[in-house]
């Protein structure tokens, strides 16, 4: 069964578009979803959010249509987005009131024994917590319910390594408790992509480029590295794209159009992105 589906969504915010956009999540997965600013990431998760209005098109939450059956479908979910939606003078303890009238799941014994794992002070006002714990909180306060679907929106982004390493460590800790639960996950951080997601969906300009299994992306595509008249003896149509280094020229290619002679290293998620991106820019 799926977590989320997305079928044909069409929408338009002032002179931006998403354009015929079909996903889908199953559950038990991590989706890292990839693109440049103002490609479209957090329109998209407004959309399935149902704070914008789509033109066209369904999305299916945790088997409830987003609009129709929106109550219901968000007793199922997480949200964590740039930062805390609550008043900037909250508590943990008004907070814990908030989430006890919101989900009929909610665990406040979990909830606290979150914040105290990720040694969030619970005295403290919002305003008087550092971003990384803010972020914390948030995200102690999107999982007190136990949700099946995550959605965050660059949820490590301004965090140290560290807390960064302890949130990702906290995301793969909640998958594993249970098989039914899933992530959709926007991050500029590629590699805390690298590390937890199983499959990369990379939005540009207002449409999918790929969404593939992140293991599939990483052996489709491969890193030339050499001299120009080497890189003259590949087909042509195996170039996503070049620049010049340092050292000579670098390319990414598609590996099943290059002969095996061909020594290819292997690119990063966010190699992959930035050829793509400035390929569309030339
Ligand atoms: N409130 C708004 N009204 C109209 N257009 C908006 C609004 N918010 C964002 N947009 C436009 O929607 C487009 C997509 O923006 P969005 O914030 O979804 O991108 P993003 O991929 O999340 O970018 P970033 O990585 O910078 O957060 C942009 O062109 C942006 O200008």
Do not use: C, W
Request: charged residues 25%; glycine residues 6%; without cysteine.
């Amino acid at each position: 069964m799926t977590a989320l589906q997305i079928q044909d969504l069409y929408l338009t915010r002032d002179e931006f578009a998403l354009v015929n956009i079909n996903l889908v999540l199953p559950k038990g997965t991590i989706m890292g979803l990839i693109g440049e600013n103002g490609a479209g990431k957090t329109t998209l998760l407004k959309a399935i959010l149902n704070l914008i209005p789509l033109q066209d098109g369904t999305i299916t939450l945790v088997g409830h249509d987003h609009k129709n059956e929106e109550v219901a479908a968000k007793q199922h979910i997480g949200i964590v987005f740039d930062d805390l939606f609550f008043p900037p003078y909250y508590k943990p303890k008004h907070i814990e009131g908030v989430l006890q009238r919101t989900f009929s799941t909610f665990d406040k014994y979990y909830f606290y024994g979150l914040l105290e794992q990720l040694k969030v002070p619970t005295h403290k006002k919002i305003t008087q917590l550092s971003r990384g714990m803010r972020m914390k909180l948030a995200l102690a306060s999107a999982l007190a319910h136990r949700p099946t679907l995550l959605l965050l929106d660059e949820p490590t982004s301004g965090l140290d390594p560290i807390i960064r390493d302890e949130v990702l460590t906290l995301l793969v800790t909640y998958m594993d408790e249970d098989a039914e639960r899933s992530i959709l996950f926007s991050s500029h951080i590629t590699s805390d992509l690298e590390k937890i997601a199983d499959t990369i969906t990379f939005l540009h300009k207002g449409n999918i480029h790929f969404s593939t299994a992140k293991d599939e992306l990483q052996y489709q595509y491969g890193l030339f590295q050499g001299d120009e008249e080497t890189l003259n003896m590949l087909p042509p149509y195996a170039i996503v794209g070049t620049r010049k280094t340092a050292v000579g020229i670098e390319a990414l290619v598609k590996r099943e159009e290059v002969n095996e002679v061909f020594h290819l290293a292997q690119p990063t998620i966010e190699e992959i992105m930035l050829y793509f991106v400035k390929v569309e820019r030339l």
